[in-house]
């Protein structure tokens, strides 16, 4: 399965010495952009310090104009508030959604829990109708734990 194959690449790109963070995720996300036929568009939001909003990180894919997203609107603004991972099979079901590009179709947002705490999420785009599975929870899960070890053993990894 293309997920095993992908979990060595993702910890070394994790391992490397010398990159910054922003660095090492943006090669994430350009590795399952890339990877990932059904992965459009990958990229990390993170907590905005101790207020209710979402910043963008890394990505990989077109540019969007959603680079602040409040607690509680859209996919990613839920994520922040529930905690809990959220599999949108198709977008235009959702009254909550942040329109990003009409060609997105569905999308499956993971949060990132660093001691407890979630500091953010990884949120896929995909211009495919319903292709994300629990295999795809679970991997993005995997990768979201690495993320959160490095910053675990060290905040300014």
């Known amino acids: 399965m293309i997920f095993e194959a992908l979990k060595p690449k993702v910890l070394a790109i994790l391992q490397q010495k010398t990159p910054s963070r922003e660095d090492k995720l943006l090669q994430i996300c350009a590795l399952l952009r890339n990877s990932i036929a059904y992965y459009d568009w990958v990229g990390f939001y993170f907590r905005n310090g101790k207020k209710q909003e979402l910043l963008l990180g890394p990505y990989a894919g077109e540019p969007t104009d959603h680079t602040v997203i409040p607690f509680g609107k859209g996919i990613c603004g839920q994520v922040a508030v529930s905690n809990k991972n959220f599999v949108v ?53 995997f990768v979201n734990q690495e993320i959160a070890q490095l910053f675990q053993n060290n905040p300014n990894f």
């Open 89 to 141: 099979p198709d977008v235009r079901a959702q009254d909550n959604y942040i329109a990003c590009s009409f060609t997105v179709k569905s999308e499956i947002v993971v949060p990132l829990f660093v001691n407890g705490e979630n500091i953010g999420q990884i949120d896929i785009d995909s211009n495919v109708l319903n292709p994300f599975t629990e295999l795809d929870e679970r991997f993005l899960e």
